[in-house]
C-alpha cells in the first residue's frame, strides 16, 4: 500500500452530493453566496486588525506596515483563487484536505488536515484569550480569571468557547446569523475608524514611510530570528524593506481563516458559483479595511509610540477621543466572538471529512440527524479549544497559526495544476488565470514568507508534524478507506 494512493474524485464528488451514506444523516445544504462572505470575513477580521497592526508597526516595520498588509493580501488573494477553482469544482467537506487526497495523495491530505486542525485550534484558543482581556476591559471584570497575566485559569475564554460551541454544534444556519450580526458590528465600526481617523492623520508621523534598517535588539538572534536570516548568515535586523517583509510574514495570521469558507461546500446552496464568490469577496473586503485601518493608526500615532496592548483604543485616546475607544472595543469583542466561532464550525468540518475517509475513527463523524452537523467531532473540538484557551497562555503562538496557513496554502496552490493534468474534463465553474504560473507564483510567495518565520516557529511546526506522523502510520495508514478497499481487492 502506497502512502501516495490518491482518492477518485468520482468519491468526493458522491460522498458530497449524497445526503447520507447507509441513510445516515448528511449535512444539509442551507448556505447562500452572503453566507460565506459573512463567515468568511467574521474568520479573517480579528486579533490581525485590533493588535497585530500596532505591534508590527512599532516592532518591525513603522509605517511600512501598510504595505506588509498589501502583501500578505496579495499573497492570500493568489491562495484564494487557487482555492476558488477547487472549491467550486470539488465542492466537499475539508476544503484542502480533501482536495490534497484527491491529487498530491494520502500523506500529503493527512499532512494538511493535521496542519489545519493545528490552525483552527490554536487561532481559535488565542482568541479567545483576546475576547475575554477585552470584555474585562470593558466591564472591569477581575483580572484574575479574565485577564492574560497572573491568572491560573482564564475563565471568560473557557466560558465563550462553550457558549459558541453550542451554537456550532446546532446549527450551520444559526451560525451563519449569529456570524452576519457580528460581522456587520465589526464593519461598520472598523469602517468608521478609518473615516474618524483620517481626520487625526499628521503627515509628520508617517515620513519616513519605511524606517532605515536597524540592527535588532537583544533576544532577536538564534532561533528569534527568521529562518532567511539564519540559512543566508544575514546579521538580524527590524525596519527596513527586511522589516516590512517580515512583518508581512506576522500580520499573514490576520488573513487565515478564509478557508474556512472551503469547508463549508457541502452545506452551500449553490457551491459552484457561492464558494468563489464567498472566497474573493472574504479577501478583497478584508484587505481594504486592513490597508486603510492600519494607514490610520500609524498617521495618527508616531509608530514607536504605539500602545502594544489597545493600538487602535489607544490611538485615538492620544488624539482626545477617548469616546472612540469605547467603539473600537465593542467592535474588538464583536470581532473575536465571530472568529472564535467560524474557528469551531471549520474545525468540526474538516474533522468530519477526516474520519469520514477513517484516517481517525469513523464514529466521531457521526451527523445529528436533526441539527444536521457532525456533532461529536464538533463537541471534541470545542473542548480541546476551552482546555487550551482557559489554561494556556497562547498570545505568542500566532506564528505558529501563520506558519500552518501557509503550509496549506503552498500545497493548496500547487494541486491546481496537478489537478488539472490528472482531470482536464472536469468541470471548473472557475478557473485560475495564467495557469500554471500563477498558482506556481502564489506557492512560492507562500513559502517565501514562510521562510520569514523565526526558526523556533519552525521547531515547533516539526514536532507537531512529528505528533501527526506518529498517529497516522500508527492508525490512518491501515484503516482508512482506500486502505481497506485495497486489501479487499487483493483478498
Excluded at 109 to 118: K, M
Excluded at 133 to 141: C, R, S, T, V
Excluded at 267 to 288: A, F, K
Excluded at 432 to 461: D, G, K, Q
Aim: charged share 15%; hydrophobic share 55%.
Amino acid at each position: 500500500m502506497s502512502v501516495l494512493r490518491t482518492k477518485p474524485i468520482s468519491d468526493v464528488i458522491a460522498q458530497s452530493e449524497a445526503d447520507g451514506e447507509d441513510g445516515r444523516p448528511g449535512l444539509k445544504r442551507r448556505l447562500g453566496a452572503r453566507d460565506l462572505t459573512g463567515f468568511g470575513i467574521g474568520i479573517v477580521i480579528g486579533t490581525g486588525i485590533f493588535t497585530l497592526t500596532g505591534l508590527e508597526a512599532r516592532d518591525s516595520a513603522g509605517p511600512g506596515v501598510v504595505i506588509s498588509f498589501a502583501i500578505a493580501g496579495v499573497v492570500a488573494l493568489l491562495a484564494a483563487l487557487c482555492y476558488a477553482e477547487l472549491a467550486s469544482s470539488v465542492p466537499a467537506a475539508g476544503s484542502a484536505y480533501t482536495y490534497a487526497y484527491a491529487t498530491m495523495g494520502e500523506i500529503v491530505a493527512w499532512i494538511i488536515g493535521w496542519d489545519l486542525l493545528l490552525e483552527f485550534a490554536l487561532g481559535a484558543a488565542v482568541v479567545a484569550r483576546g475576547w475575554s482581556g477585552y470584555l474585562a476591559e470593558l466591564f472591569d471584570l477581575p483580572v484574575a480569571w479574565f485577564g492574560e497575566e497572573g491568572s491560573v485559569v482564564n475563565l471568560g475564554a473557557i466560558g465563550i468557547v462553550l457558549l459558541l460551541g453550542v451554537v456550532a454544534i446546532i446549527g450551520v444556519r444559526e451560525s451563519a446569523r449569529v456570524t452576519n450580526v457580528l460581522v456587520l458590528v465589526k464593519v461598520a465600526i472598523c469602517v468608521f475608524i478609518v473615516i474618524a481617523g483620517a481626520f487625526f492623520v499628521k503627515a509628520a508621523n508617517l515620513t519616513p514611510f519605511v524606517p532605515p534598517a536597524e540592527p535588532a535588539g537583544g533576544g532577536e538572534g538564534g532561533i528569534k530570528q527568521p529562518v532567511t536570516q539564519a540559512l543566508f548568515g544575514l546579521e538580524p535586523s527590524v525596519f527596513g524593506f527586511v522589516g516590512v517583509l517580515s512583518a508581512a510574514a506576522v500580520v499573514f495570521f490576520a488573513y487565515t481563516g478564509f478557508e474556512a469558507v472551503a469547508n463549508l461546500g457541502e452545506e452551500t446552496r449553490r457551491p459552484r458559483r457561492d464558494l468563489t464568490l464567498g472566497l474573493l469577496g472574504t479577501l478583497l473586503i478584508s484587505t481594504v479595511l486592513y490597508i486603510g485601518v492600519s494607514l490610520v493608526l500609524v498617521g495618527m500615532v508616531p509608530y514607536d509610540q504605539i500602545d502594544r496592548g489597545a493600538p487602535i483604543a489607544a490611538a485615538f485616546e492620544a488624539v482626545g477621543a477617548s469616546w472612540a475607544g469605547i467603539l473600537v472595543s465593542i467592535a474588538a469583542v464583536a470581532g473575536l466572538t465571530s472568529v472564535i466561532l467560524v474557528d469551531l464550525v471549520a474545525m468540526g468540518r474538516i474533522g468530519f471529512a477526516i474520519s469520514r475517509d477513517g484516517l481517525i475513527p469513523p464514529s466521531v463523524a457521526t451527523i445529528h440527524p436533526r441539527w444536521g452537523t457532525p456533532y461529536r467531532i464538533s463537541a471534541v473540538m470545542t473542548v480541546v479549544v476551552a482546555l487550551l484557551a482557559g489554561f494556556l497562555p497562547l498570545s505568542a503562538l500566532a506564528d505558529l497559526v501563520s506558519i500552518g496557513a501557509l503550509c496549506a496554502f503552498v500545497l493548496v496552490s500547487v494541486a491546481v495544476p496537478i489537478l488539472r493534468r490528472k482531470r482536464p474534463e472536469l468541470d471548473r465553474p472557475f478557473k485560475v488565470p495564467f495557469n500554471p504560473v500563477l498558482p506556481i507564483v502564489s506557492a512560492v510567495a507562500c513559502l517565501y514568507l514562510m521562510l520569514n518565520l523565526s526558526v523556533e516557529t519552525w521547531l515547533r511546526f516539526g514536532a507537531w508534524m512529528l505528533l501527526g506522523a506518529i498517529i497516522y502510520f500508527g492508525y490512518g495508514y491501515r484503516r482508512n478507506r482506500l486502505a481497506e478497499r485495497e486489501h479487499h481487492a487483493a483478498g
